[in-house]
């Protein structure tokens, strides 16, 4: 029975341990041509800065190569940290994405920083307080809308002729879910590390929703992290990558991910297993019967339109196969035609 809500996923491009950035930039595209015969919705690439275990930095340079190497899957970003751009950029940068690929763009916007306070510094980052400020700038350049007299009104926004894609509001709280549905935006919420949960954000964002050209009604997604393996014990073993990592980095220690087996290996301190006991909930492991339940019940429990899932496996080929065992335990439909593609 298909899954009463759309699928889709997050790549954080992760560079695991052994291999070179090359090769985690070729799996982007292997992963979004898989999602795209999997029969996925969208996926979005996230910002992150100064980890040396995750390559995706850029999300616009990513988002072009997938929907260059995809024919159905939407892409976008879950997201573009706006406070370390200048919001003409990010206009003219998803105009470009959108006339490159109209119709398959998302512009998922959050105010996070992506990286720590050296990062911060470095890209010149603005402050959280700013980002309202941001976000106006961005609409006001894509909508034309600067009064007369504003100096940024002799500004024309390239290329012309084209609007920004829907845009979204990342976010884990009832400020932002409110004010996503007040901007007419789709709203995503991060379940796969934030406590809070989904469910009253949810009720807010529809409670605020005012109607757009790009969201007539409201659309809300809810961000999980997953791993799925054949079997429960496998899932488990593969999830000590993600978890020593987790613990590793919140300490401190920054390193490219590691394989299980060193990972099952890696003498822990207090502070980290207890980093790893606090976040371990948000983790979804299991099998694919397991995770279809799971993911289900928590779908229905917050009242999503739509689930994204991120996943965090070493090996890259058991990174597609949780995928692909999630589409098949939820009832996505896999595209037919997409494996006889030429892209």
Known sequence: MPAPFALSLQDLAPIAQGTSTQQAMAETVLLAREADRLGYSRLWYAEHHGMPS??????????????????????????????????????????????????????????????????MRALKSGSGEEFSAYLSELMAFDEESFPPDHPFARVPVSPGGISLPPK??????????????????????????????????????????QPSADFPEPRAILCLSAICAPTEDEAKFLATSQAVSWALFVTGEQRQLMPPEEALARALSPQQQQVIEHQSPLWLVGSPEQM???????????????????????????????????????????RSDAGARQY
């Open 54 to 119: 995750i390559a995706s930095s850029v999300p616009e340079i990513l988002i072009a190569s997938a929907a260059a190497a995809t024919h159905d899957l939407r892409v976008g970003s879950g997201g573009v940290m706006l406070l370390n751009h200048a919001p003409l950029r990010i206009a003219e940068a998803y105009r470009t994405l959108e006339a490159l690929h109209p119709g398959r763009i998302d512009l998922g916007l959050g105010r996070a920083p992506g990286g720590d306070g050296y990062a």
């Open 168 to 209: 979204w509001l990342l976010g884990s709280s009832g400020a932002s879910a409110q004010a996503a549905g007040q901007l007419g935006f789709g709203y995503a919420f991060a379940a796969h590390f934030s406590h809070t949960p989904a469910a009253p954000a949810f009720a807010a964002y529809r409670q605020a929703f």
């Open 292 to 334: 279809a339940e799971v993911i289900t019940e928590k779908a229905h429990a917050a009242g999503a339109d739509e689930v994204m899932i991120t996943t965090t496996i070493h090996d890259y080929a058991l990174r597609r196969r949780s995928f692909a065992l999630l589409a098949g335990a939820l009832g996505i439909t896999p």
